[in-house]
Structure formats: C-alpha cells, structure tokens
C-alpha cells in the first residue's frame, strides 16, 4: 500500500473517532457476511458504528488521542465499536450480540482512559451503570434521608389528624368522647 493511501486511511480514522473517548475492540473473523449485516444494522439502528481498522495504521491515528490506549490489544483482525450512548451501553449490545453470534471475539475495552482486557473486561464493564444510571443512583442516594425525614415529620402530624378528624365524627354525630386517664 503507498504512503499516500495510508495516509488518507489514518486522516479517515481520525476522523471518525474525532469525538469518540471509549470505545470497545472485537474480532469480527468468522462471522458470516449476511450475519455481519445483520449485527451491523442492528447496531446502527441504536446509533452504534462498527469500522474494521487495520491495526498499524489505527496505532498511528490514535497516538496522542483518547483512544491511544487500545493500542496495546489492536493484534490480528480487529474492528472498532463505538457510539451510542455510552460505552457501557456498546458493551451491553455486543454481550448480548456474542449469545447469538459466538464467532465474537472480545479483545478489550476502553473507559475514561481505563483499558478493560479481553472478554472478562468487556463483561465486566457490561455490568456497570451508564453516567446516567449512575447519577440516578447518586440522586437516590442523596435524596433518600430527606425522604425519610419527611415520612418521620409527616408520620406523627398524619396520626394525630386522624385522631382529631376521629374526635370531630364523633362529636358531629352526637356521641360522647370518652375521657382519657
């Protein structure tokens, strides 16, 4: 291949991945063309992109990048996942994607700059919440002892209404209010 083809190959990665921070790696090899088809509009459709890259020239077009970090796994046939959402959300399609297609190969992922190795990683950060998973966590969490506070102050007020809106029927119908001791 000459320099100027390669050249216009790295420019094309860079742009592609010019906003992608995370992203996931997986071999795609073995996988039938009509299946590849299938999991690449699948995954489009939930704005997810999948590029075949060719591992040298991907090395040269991440360096410096947030994406310099997956060099260390770019080895044989790889391709690049990204988009969607998140990457947490990317890991979660292409785990539920490898019970159906098993000629999936996870080779890593990268997260805020953490690399997630092999199928375990990926797996691994599958589990994990999405930023907006986990700010609902956090809103939870803060919220909660508020909420219970407020359950304790109302819970009391609430019972004592009852009583006085117990004394009141009583009264309203005519019948004596018996005298506590």
Same mark, same amino acid.
């Given at each position: 291949?000459?320099?100027?083809?390669?050249?216009?190959? &790295?420019?094309?990665?860079?742009?592609?991945?010019?906003?992608? +921070?995370?992203?996931?790696?997986?071999?795609?090899?073995?996988?039938?063309?009509?299946?590849?088809?299938?999991?690449?509009?699948?995954?489009? +459709?939930?704005?997810?992109?999948?590029?075949?890259?060719?591992?040298?020239?991907?090395?040269?077009?991440?360096?410096?990048?947030?994406?310099?970090?997956?060099?260390? &796994?770019? /080895?044989?046939?790889?391709?690049?996942?990204?988009?969607?959402?998140?990457?947490?959300?990317?890991?979660?399609?292409?785990?539920?994607?490898? /019970?159906?297609?098993?000629?999936?190969?996870?080779?890593?992922?990268?997260?805020?700059?953490?690399?997630?190795?092999?199928?375990?990683?990926?797996?691994?950060?599958?589990?994990?919440?999405?930023?907006?998973? /986990? &700010?609902?966590?956090?809103?939870?969490?803060?919220?909660?002892?508020?909420?219970?506070?407020? /359950? +304790?102050?109302?819970?009391?007020?609430?019972?004592?209404?009852?009583?006085?809106?117990?004394?009141?029927?009583?009264?309203?119908?005519?019948?004596? &209010?018996?005298?506590?001791?």
């Amino acid at each position: 291949m000459s320099k100027p083809v390669k050249e216009l190959i &790295i420019r094309e990665y860079r742009d592609r991945v010019a906003d992608c +921070q995370d992203a996931v790696v997986v071999s795609i090899r073995g996988v039938k063309a009509v299946d590849n088809n299938k999991i690449r509009m699948g995954l489009l +459709q939930k704005r997810i992109r999948v590029t075949m890259v060719r591992n040298a020239l991907a090395r040269k077009a991440f360096e410096g990048g947030a994406l310099a970090a997956l060099n260390d &796994i770019l /080895a044989g046939s790889s391709a690049l996942v990204y988009g969607g959402a998140s990457v947490v959300e990317v890991a979660r399609e292409l785990v539920a994607l490898v /019970a159906k297609y098993p000629a999936i190969e996870f080779k890593g992922a990268l997260l805020d700059g953490t690399l997630f190795s092999g199928k375990a990683g990926v797996e691994e950060l599958s589990k994990m919440p999405t930023r907006e998973e /986990a &700010i609902g966590l956090n809103i939870g969490l803060v919220l909660s002892p508020a909420k219970k506070l407020a /359950a +304790q102050i109302v819970g009391p007020g609430s019972s004592v209404a009852g009583i006085v809106k117990a004394i009141e029927d009583k009264l309203e119908k005519g019948e004596a &209010i018996a005298k506590v001791a």
